[in-house]
């Protein structure tokens, strides 16, 4: 694995990334994967940069659960891969950014003991790409209550926001505060000690955490107001956007018309026009998250070809590849659940 130590090799991680990039599953893979069974789709996958993972573990598993461990495997490797690429502070921004799916790792486990999920269930959904190691995740797994979680997860970047959620998670009975605790313990560690006032790159970087941030505060208003929950959402606005103070947030969330219209009127209108519209007609928030996602990839191609030279590119990648895995998977699950072809695009992210 790289360093911290040496140059920022921007033009050669970037050239490495775009050619894998250009290797992903496009829409028309998607609509040929939504008409094959799950056999058919690890075959399919065979035939594509997945055959080594589909052939490793094609002996010990079959159906959804060989799908879903060549994916897992395929993504952490693509993201070690990229780590091993780099160095100096190009190094140090991504690998910060990869601790996503170690904030995906949490709130998969407290998903898996909020549904009472078996605890292998739990493990086939880890993404073994951040920081936290193989049997720090075990022990994860093993917890009895959410309540030993947040204990285990005491002095990483996570403890004191899930903490301090706890009170909030116990009084609803719902994961909204613990899940978007999660969120603002992730987005506001990247944030910490990264300005504007940096070099060029470091700015643009910046600029591209402010549209995830403002997309995730837009989605976590939209799930507390419309759970129903005595939740501010204030109390875990993520700082660092470039849309919303706390207060602002508290007011629109309770009103998705101001909402829908302050996103309209902002630098992120155009791209989430389908989406606003959908969202005034949809009773399901479904739709709008995929259409925010979609949007955010959308935006961060924007920065990959208007600054080539940056770290841009190579994060446009790491959501692209995270796009390409959450599409497979859900194909296969909804294969697998007997749902029928329009059921399962309407779960897909694409462009």
């Known amino acids: 694995m790289s360093s911290t130590d040496g140059t920022s090799n921007y033009g050669y991680v970037n050239a490495r990334a775009k050619a894998r990039r250009a290797a992903l599953f496009d829409d028309e893979d998607y609509r040929k994967l939504l008409r094959m069974g799950t056999g058919e789709i690890a075959r399919y996958m065979e035939e594509s940069e997945y055959e080594s993972e589909i052939n490793a573990l094609g002996s010990r598993y079959d159906g959804v659960d060989l799908i879903e461990y060549a994916l897992n495997r395929n993504l952490a490797k693509h993201f070690n891969d990229v780590l091993?690429?780099?160095?100096?502070?190009?190094?140090?921004?991504?690998?910060?950014?990869?601790?996503?799916?170690?904030?995906?790792?949490?709130?998969?486990?407290?998903?898996?003991?909020?549904?009472?999920?078996?605890?292998?269930?739990?493990?086939?959904?880890?993404?073994?790409?951040?920081?936290?190691?193989?049997?720090?995740?075990?022990?994860?797994?093993?917890?009895?209550?959410?309540?030993?979680?947040v204990e285990m997860l005491s002095g990483t970047i996570f403890g004191d926001h899930l903490e301090a959620a706890y009170e909030?998670?116990?009084?609803?009975?719902?994961?909204?505060?613990?899940?978007?605790?999660?969120?603002?313990?992730?987005?506001?560690?990247?944030?910490?000690?990264?300005?504007?006032?940096?070099?060029?790159?470091?700015?643009?970087?910046?600029?591209?955490?402010?549209?995830?941030?403002?997309?995730?505060?837009?989605?976590?208003?939209?799930?507390?107001?419309?759970?129903?929950?005595?939740?501010?959402?204030?109390?875990?606005?993520?700082?660092?956007?470039?849309?919303?103070?706390?207060?602002?947030?508290?007011?629109?969330?309770?009103?998705?018309?101001?909402?829908?219209?302050?996103?309209?009127?902002?630098?992120?209108?155009?791209d989430l026009d389908e989406a606003l519209d959908e969202l005034e007609q949809a009773e399901s928030l479904i739709g709008f998250e995929h259409a925010l996602d979609a949007a955010l990839l959308k935006y961060s191609e924007h920065l990959s070809r208007v600054f080539p030279l940056s770290v841009c590119p190579v994060l446009a990648y790491v959501l692209a590849k995270q796009r390409e895995v959450e599409n497979i998977r859900a194909i296969a699950r909804g294969r697998e659940a007997g749902l029928s072809e329009d059921e399962i695009e309407d779960e897909l992210v694409v462009l």
């Open 84 to 149: 091993d690429w780099t160095g100096g502070k190009l190094y140090t921004l991504i690998a910060r950014y990869l601790r996503k799916f170690d904030a995906w790792n949490v709130k998969t486990v407290l998903r898996g003991i909020y549904a009472d999920a078996d605890s292998q269930s739990v493990r086939d959904d880890l993404i073994h790409a951040g920081e936290f190691d193989q049997s720090f995740l075990d022990r994860l797994t093993e917890a009895g209550t959410i309540e030993d979680v």
């Open 168 to 270: 909030d998670y116990e009084s609803t009975g719902l994961l909204i505060p613990l899940e978007n605790a999660v969120d603002r313990a992730y987005y506001e560690g990247l944030m910490e000690g990264v300005t504007e006032s940096e070099s060029r790159p470091t700015q643009l970087y910046v600029e591209f955490l402010q549209a995830e941030i403002d997309f995730r505060n837009i989605r976590n208003a939209l799930r507390i107001s419309r759970s129903g929950a005595d939740i501010d959402p204030s109390e875990y606005f993520i700082s660092g956007g470039k849309l919303f103070k706390p207060s602002e947030l508290s007011q629109l969330a309770g009103n998705t018309d101001e909402l829908i219209s302050r996103v309209r009127d902002s630098t992120y209108g155009k």
